[in-house]
């Protein structure tokens, strides 16, 4: 496809980066696997939190993304910058910076006369009149939209950006390939069988997260949380593992939730895991209960039947993307009752299920590949 990309100087990603959050990783990890085929990984330059980590993980070059000074000096020699994946333009989580960060980003990338690309990115939700109006007036200048849902190409439609610059793909995560946890990680966390949902006992994995929801009545919610931990594993004997998908962030919430539970049997991973790994440990369990987003999207690639969590509106997007809302159950719905219904539902339709994520997951995974395809055809072939 690149016959000679010698006159590339270098690429520059922006992103939700160096925060330990699995997602973000993911989408990464697939973009630099994705790019360096075509490219040396020296030449990709990303921006991170964590620059030094960034760097040891991935082998490409990292600045912290705070540095105006840095930002500024790569900026004069990139060829390309890129801003994606993950849902980075929306004004309802965080502490309201994000859309203005990323945003002034591309505009920087605009003053310098970059080709700029947003990859594979959810947008959305954005409530804030002035956010949609920044929105409209940067977007409207890049020169490739690629987003990884038809809400965000709707919702950029309706702010008024040209629809031929907008194409829908998919979540970059969905072509990566699970990486085979440790034995010895299986065995901690009595991993190594998987049992179905109609045997007597089963893994059951749940990936929770606190988030503005939750803190409205944190309290209640942690003890709602435990007691259905304790639930599931006297009434289903379920072998039940915690999952932290930001480490550092969702651990503690964890502990917090163990230690109202009456049970003792329920253990939270502790080890740092990258996400090819996580993929890998998806894959040992016969249910998922997750909110985090891309716990769901694993479970998706795994063929492992969830229960989505709904807290955030991409959870219940994609999860009608699938065709199967009967897997959704709202935050606020959230009873051991229902929770017993919905495991229920998943063990008399285990089969059709699985069919549907199978066939979904070849879909999305197709269509995440055109991601870096469109990319190449659109923005490097300039350099050709």
Do not use: W
Not at 223 to 252: G, R, S
Not at 254 to 260: D, T
Not at 269 to 294: A, C, D, T, W, Y
Not at 345 to 364: D, H, V
């Amino acid at each position: 496809m690149v016959k000679n990309i010698n006159s590339i100087k270098s690429i520059i990603i922006s992103g939700y980066i160096g925060f330990d959050n699995c997602g973000d990783e993911a989408i990464l990890l697939a973009m630099i696997q994705e790019f360096s085929n075509y490219l040396p990984k020296e030449k990709i330059i990303v921006l991170s939190h964590n620059p030094c980590k960034t760097k040891k993980l991935y082998q490409v070059n990292s600045i912290h993304r705070l540095n105006p000074f840095l930002i500024l000096s790569r900026m004069v020699q990139a060829s390309i910058f890129v801003s994606g994946g993950g849902g980075l333009l929306q004004d309802v989580s965080g502490k309201g910076f994000s859309i203005f960060y990323y945003l002034s980003l591309l505009f920087l990338a605009r003053l310098f006369h970059i080709p700029s690309v947003i990859y594979a990115q959810g947008i959305g939700p954005v409530e804030k009149p002035i956010n949609r109006k920044l929105i409209k007036g940067v977007l409207s200048r890049v020169n490739l939209i690629m987003v990884r849902d038809e809400q965000s190409k709707i919702f950029l439609e309706e702010l008024g950006i040209k629809k031929k610059l907008i194409t829908v793909n998919a979540d970059p995560s969905f072509i990566l390939k699970e990486k085979e946890i440790s034995e010895a990680i299986k065995m901690k966390y009595s991993l190594s069988d998987t049992q179905e949902l109609s045997n007597k006992k089963m893994n059951i994995g749940m990936v929770i997260r606190n988030c503005k929801k939750v803190n409205q009545d944190y309290d209640h919610k942690i003890e709602q949380f435990a007691e259905i931990a304790d639930h599931l594993i006297q009434k289903y004997q379920a072998n039940l593992v915690f999952i932290p998908f930001q480490f550092h962030t969702d651990l503690p919430f964890i502990r917090e939730i163990i230690k109202k539970m009456k049970l003792s049997t329920a253990s939270c991973v502790e080890e740092e895991l990258n996400p090819e790994q996580i993929l890998s440990l998806i894959s040992k369990f016969s249910v998922i209960i997750g909110m985090r987003f891309h716990s769901i999207i694993f479970a998706t690639m795994m063929n492992k039947p969830f229960i989505a969590i709904d807290y955030d509106p991409k959870l219940g997007h994609f999860v009608y993307s699938l065709g199967i809302p009967e897997l959704i159950l709202n935050l606020n719905q959230l009873t051991i009752k229902m929770i017993d219904n919905k495991l229920k539902y998943i063990s008399t339709n285990q089969k059709m299920i699985q069919s549907i994520l199978y066939e979904k997951k070849e879909q999305f995974s197709k269509k995440a590949f055109n991601n870096c395809r469109q990319f190449y055809q659109s923005i490097i072939k300039e350099f050709t």
